[in-house]
């Protein structure tokens, strides 16, 4: 499996893996990550956001892992998607004081999944 599929499929089982066990228990991230719904919308915030969105992301990765046309889109948008949660982050752990190791964990796969992405989106043969 050469360097691309291997990122993509350590994508989909990372991504995949915590958006399912976000969706099904939700209130692991009050611990985890300081993050408590106080009602049942918010619960079902945080089933949609760290649940569904996280485990489509692993969807995006594992059907490019099988299917070669998706290779770039999948790149393009862990790319983008771990650009905005790291700027974000980072914006969020300075504005508000506190860096916790879950941020700080947080912020290390994301700056990680950032530049390898741009680094194998280059090297894809339809690069920018």
């Known amino acids: 499996m050469d360097r691309t599929r291997l990122f993509l499929a350590a994508n989909a089982l990372l991504w ?21 719904a106080t009602t049942p919308t918010g619960t079902t915030e945080l089933r949609a956001m760290y649940g ?37 982050r980072l914006c969020g ?14 912020l290390a796969l994301e700056i990680t999944l950032t530049v390898a992405s741009i680094v194998l989106l280059r090297k894809h043969p339809y690069a920018l």
Request: glycine letters at 14%; hydrophobic letters at 60%; proline letters at 1%.
């Open 16 to 36: 995949l893996a915590y958006g399912l066990f976000c969706l099904a228990q939700p209130g692991f991230l009050a611990e985890a990550a300081g993050v408590a």
């Open 52 to 88: 569904g969105l996280q485990a489509a992301i692993g969807v995006l990765a594992l059907l490019a892992v099988l299917r070669h046309d998706l290779v770039r889109t999948a790149l393009i948008a862990i790319g983008f998607l771990a650009a905005g949660l790291f700027t974000a």
């Open 93 to 106: 752990a300075l504005l508000d004081g506190g860096l916790s190791s879950y941020t700080a964990g947080a």
